[in-house]
Each structure stands twice: as C-alpha cells, then as structure tokens.
C-alpha cells in the first residue's frame, strides 16, 4: 500500500516562497513519473507540474517560470519550489504518482498540504 505524506505548506506573503515535499512509502517509485496537484474548494484538483524518472519536468501555464518540481530518488521523496507566489495559488495541494499518458493519479490521495497566500 502506497503512502504519501504532504508537508511544507504555510501561509505566506505575496511574492515569497515555500517548498513542499512528498515522502512516499509502500513503493519505490525511482522509475515513477511524479506529479503535484491543487485544489481549491469546490473545484476539480488539478496537475500543476510533472517529473519523470529522468528529471524531465512540465508544469501547468498557471505556474510556469514560479515553480520548480524535482525529485530525491534516494529519499523517495519529491519537493515542488515555489516562488513569487500569488493569491491565486492558495490551495490545498497534493502529490500522487501518475499514469504514463493521461497522467491519472495511482495512489490514494494523502492529507495535502495547505497553501495560503495573502495579498
């Protein structure tokens, strides 16, 4: 059973910064395209960036330029830098493994992460 545990949000200022992780356990997920999503309440969560086992990485337009996913294979784990943050990117965000191609999340959903921006 794959675990995945959020941590690293808070509430911060316009135009500051956080860095969030995902340690994952169950499941060595070395060769695992990773990915972060949000949520915001009564919306649908959305992908905001992806990273294969490569490296590779692709983010939404929303974030492009602001946030920076990479990955620790070694601890299992994965971070999503982000930068000038907006208000618009308060929410609740979570990580999952992804299904190659449609990017479907694998895994059950951890608790998230909680992200506030004030303006």
């Known amino acids: 059973q794959v675990q995945l545990v959020e941590s690293g949000g808070g509430l911060v200022q316009a135009g500051g910064s956080l860095r969030l992780s995902c340690a994952a356990s169950?499941?060595?997920?070395?060769?695992?395209?990773m990915g972060w999503f949000r949520q915001t309440p009564g919306k649908e969560r959305t992908l905001v960036a992806r990273i294969n086992w490569m490296g590779l990485a692709n983010y939404a337009d929303s974030v492009k330029g602001r946030f920076t996913i990479s990955r620790d294979n070694a601890k299992n784990t994965v971070y999503l830098q982000m930068n000038s943050l907006k208000p618009e990117d308060t929410a609740v965000y979570y990580c999952?493994?992804?299904?190659?191609?449609?990017?479907?999340?694998?895994?059950?959903w951890g608790q998230g992460t909680q992200v506030t921006i004030s303006s």
């Open positions: 999952n493994i992804l299904t190659v191609g449609t990017y479907s999340p694998v895994a059950s």
């Open positions: 169950g499941r060595t997920f070395s060769r695992d395209l």
